[in-house]
């Protein structure tokens, strides 16, 4: 089981602490994200802010389009968002310390006034591998393998 | 699957540094509203409401945004956001 946990200083939103490794930006280094799990995201997206102090990226890299291999439009009720597509994997501790290691994409969210402050999400793409348990009364939330 | 992962930084340092923005949000919040702020061996470093201009100013003072400091955004805002 993967516990993530809420922080009332945070808004009431539950958080997972996730090992990333995105070769083309962090090597064959894994770098810890901490992600807000948002069920309604449909994929996983890092934005700026962690995107510089986690991943160790530069403003100038995450403003311009060029110099990534793809770039999405994301929709969101706040508008639309930039995101570069890169290859990335995931590694989810359970408690007991064994790895949950899940590969796939993260898009990376383009640097504007609007996303410098948008938390990273944990969507769908890593969301559907798990069996997804949120507990609003004590509160708690966790993730098990399916 | 047991997998070796070791990220930078460490899980626990992450936790380490969470608790430290809970400790000391309030008084952040109202030192630095609305702001970027980075935080070195317990010292605010540097403070902005544009994240841009606040990586300049740790480039300025020599820092690395990812090694260095800890950085988080200050904000009454938190409970009101709708992804």
Redesign the interface.
Known sequence: VITGFFDPARGPHPYLTTAVSIPLVTGPQWASVTFMVDTGAAHTCIHPLDAIRSLGLQPAQLADPEGWPKTIQGRGVGGGVNYFEIPASYGLVNDDGSVEVIEGHVWIGQLTPGTQRMPSLIGWNLLRHFDLRIHGGRPSITLERI | ???????????E???EI?RY??AN?ERFLREYPEQ?VAVKDGQVVAHDP???AL?HKLQDLKL???TDV??E?I?AE??????
């Open positions: 699957m047991a997998t070796l992962v070791r990220p930078e930084p460490s899980f340092e992450v936790a969470r923005w809970d949000y970027f544009d994240l841009t990586f690395d945004p990812r800890a950085i955004f904000s938190a409970d009101t956001l709708i992804l």
